[in-house]
């Protein structure tokens, strides 16, 4: 596990819209996206340190999304267009969205589908080149909830997960199809969640019962992208 510590938001950010430029952006990978909020700052880099000449080779495929039409503003996939691609310089035929208007399950399914034609496939299970997460204040990571933990931990490699709160229904990545993923980046900012992120690191307490700390990665090169405040008490 690889920590890497900035002083703010912003420079976090910037350390990894560099990186990814570097090692993704320009080059034909397949690279899955989280949405939230955490990723807009992240994709505001991105455009300032590129141009209009800059071309994204990568394919763009999404970690999870809200059960809703793609202009609702709930949409991980609208969001990303609205304050990414729709900026870029990028193929419309890679990008791979998940359609979170049609029915959950039969998403998940059809997903699945496109996992398994798009992506090489590594020990029975797509094998993306990159995924990268975000976390909630409650452990979950893509829409893998702590209460499903247990349903879904073993399902591959699309699932149905459904937010505590709102019951809202979203299709996600399994665990098992993002420990397959040849990297994994967890990018996490803000005071909220430095409590879950140093018990997820430090393995303390019960800590398991939170999803994001079974991110382990099967080739094991899993990154936490964090500034001062998510990380405060880890490095207390």
Not at 61 to 66: G, S
Not at 90 to 112: D, L, T, V, W
Not at 152 to 158: F, M, R, T
Request: hydrophobic share 35%.
């Amino acid at each position: 596990m690889n920590v890497n510590i900035f002083k703010d938001y912003t420079e976090c950010n910037t350390k990894l819209a560099e990186y990814l430029i570097k090692e993704y952006l320009c080059q034909s990978k397949n690279i899955a996206i989280s949405g939230g909020s955490t990723p807009i700052g992240l994709f505001n880099e991105i455009l300032k340190l590129t141009n209009k000449n800059f071309e994204v080779k990568s394919r763009i495929f999404w970690v999870d999304e809200r059960c809703v039409e793609p202009t609702s503003e709930e949409s991980n996939y609208g969001s990303a267009h609205k304050n990414f691609l729709s900026k870029m310089n990028i193929p419309k035929e890679n990008i791979f969205r998940i359609k979170g208007e049609n029915k959950p399950q039969n998403e998940a399914e059809s997903y699945s589908k496109i996992l398994n034609e798009e992506v090489d496939i590594v020990g029975g299970i797509p094998s993306l080149d990159l995924c990268l997460l975000g976390i909630g204040g409650d452990g979950h990571t893509a829409s893998i909830f702590p209460h499903e933990l247990d349903k879904l931990i073993k399902i591959n490699p699309c699932v149905v997960g459904t937010n505590p709160d709102s019951g809202q229904k979203r299709v996600s990545l399994s665990l098992n199809q993002i420990n397959n993923s040849k990297e994994v980046i967890i990018h996490a900012c803000g005071s909220g969640k430095k409590e879950i992120i140093d018990e997820i690191i430090s393995k303390k307490d019960n800590y398991l019962k939170y999803p994001a700390s079974h991110i382990k990665p099967s080739i094991k090169n899993l990154s936490w992208y964090l500034d001062f405040d998510s990380a405060e008490n880890f490095m207390n």
